[in-house]
């Protein structure tokens, strides 16, 4: 291969194998990778995708990167599936602090976006940008799958597919690891290397090189060491964030954890996750008592639910009534127990689903007797607007309890109101269900 030295490429021939080894991915990649901004490779390092690869330099002071490593990073990356639907807002939001994006700047990417976007005016011209400005992230050429929405007719937001907002959280975790290890070896007072990013050594012929030697970036896995905590107490203490920034995402247990999620009707901590785990579970509220159903439910209760409901019970008030909460009680009613209900029409290929669910509901879980949840279909072709079911809660939780049986029964069989294992030891004061038959709440 042109630029070859002693088994290393140059980054002009690292950036042209990048992208012809990804040309089929469902992740579109950008060239570049690894000499355009925002890589800098003469700091040692590269982000291809959630993969840090090492940068080399050999002798005349010349960088390049050792081959097998650019084809470790593209098939790590062929092999990521794609859903364009599958979409997480990445901004703006309130509240984020601005800060300036530079070539030393770690990679931020949610920043960098946002940034990019607010002084472009949009992803049509972000495309359009000059060369010799930010064109990539990660080696991905994320302005081909940004999508914009605006609301209100003024009011604009963001978003990527989630295997890419997952793709750039592990690449920013990877490269917090590798930069906090580099400077760890430096700070060592029995290190025997120079002040470098990598160690150098001398090879047979004498020549000084650097080894692609990265730090260990492995994360353990969660296994139940806040089950039982109150997020209220947890989340005040201090060193928590690093604690959680240690652990494997509980749900996908590939990317690294970011966040505690926790129950808001018991306020037990479930388990740490990812950013994009906790986006996908949290309901979509369009009032506070009113949500619409969405397609990613699909996998909620479905393809994933062997990851989803062992989770979600992780918190022990859930567990032991059996039911989750009521946000999700009633997206599961309306996706699973009122699916035969859904009308449908006529489509190119079949018949297809009316409309878009939404479940509403009177009441709180406090008061089971008088809660009660509607089901309705919104944007219905036909200009319909019609409630499909009225189900008091409940009948839905007993609905839930008999589903999770079926479809989980180890979770099923962790669960009920003689299983308080999991409850903490010292005493808790119960509220009392004053609407009758003696149910008593935590």
């Not at 699909?298 to 062997?306: E, I, P, Y």
Request: proline content about 8%; glycine content about 8%; aromatic content about 6%.
């Amino acid at each position: 291969m042109p630029g070859r030295t002693d088994g290393l490429i140059t980054l002009g021939a690292a950036d042209a194998l990048w992208v012809d080894l990804t040309a089929d991915s469902a992740v579109p990649t950008a060239s570049g990778a690894f000499t355009r901004s925002p890589a800098h490779a003469r700091v040692g390092y590269v982000l291809l995708g959630g993969c840090v690869v090492a940068t080399v330099r050999a002798s005349g002071g010349q960088w390049g990167v050792p081959e097998v490593e650019v084809c470790r990073a593209a098939a790590e990356l062929n092999a990521v599936g794609m859903d364009r639907q599958d979409l997480v807002r990445i901004g703006p939001f309130r509240g984020t602090p601005r800060q300036e994006c530079n070539e030393e700047t770690p990679l931020r990417w949610r920043r960098r976006i946002t940034r990019e976007l607010q002084e472009l005016g949009g992803p049509e011209r972000a495309a359009r940008r000059k060369v010799g400005r930010p064109y990539h992230l990660a080696g991905i050429d994320w302005r081909q799958i940004v999508v914009e929405q605006t609301r209100d007719g003024t009011r604009r937001t963001w978003w990527l597919p989630r295997a890419v907002v997952k793709l750039l959280d592990a690449a920013e975790h990877s490269e917090t690891q590798w930069v906090q290890a580099a400077r760890t070896r430096q700070a060592s007072p029995a290190a025997t290397e120079p002040p470098s990013h990598l160690r150098q050594a001398r090879d047979a012929d004498g020549r000084r090189t650097t080894s692609p030697e990265g730090p260990a970036t492995s994360l353990r896995p969660y296994n139940g060491e806040l089950e039982g905590q109150l997020y209220s107490v947890l989340s005040r203490k201090p060193g928590t964030s690093r604690r959680v920034a240690g652990w494997a995402c509980a749900v996908c247990r590939t990317a690294p954890a970011t966040v505690l999620d926790h129950c808001h009707e018991h306020s037990y901590v479930r388990a740490p996750v990812c950013q994009s785990c906790n986006t996908q579970e949290r309901p979509d509220h369009l009032y506070s008592n009113d949500i619409r159903v969405a397609n990613r439910y699909t996998r909620l209760f479905h393809t994933d639910a062997d990851n989803w409901l062992p989770h979600w019970h992780r918190c022990p008030g859930c567990r032991a009534r059996t039911t989750l909460p009521l946000p999700h009680l009633a997206a599961w009613t309306a996706h699973i127990a009122c699916r035969s209900l859904r009308p449908t029409h006529r489509a190119p290929r079949g018949r297809k689903p009316c409309g878009v669910l939404r479940v509403s509901w009177t009441g709180s879980q406090n008061a089971p007797r008088s809660c009660l949840l509607t089901v309705a279909v919104d944007f219905c072709p036909s200009g319909e607007h019609r409630v499909l079911a009225r189900v008091p809660y409940r009948e839905a939780a007993e609905r839930f309890r008999v589903w999770l049986a079926e479809s989980a029964p180890a979770v099923a069989a962790a669960a009920g109101p003689d299983r308080l294992d999991g409850l903490p030891a010292q005493f808790r004061p119960v509220i009392a269900d004053t609407s009758g038959e003696g149910l008593a709440l935590f």
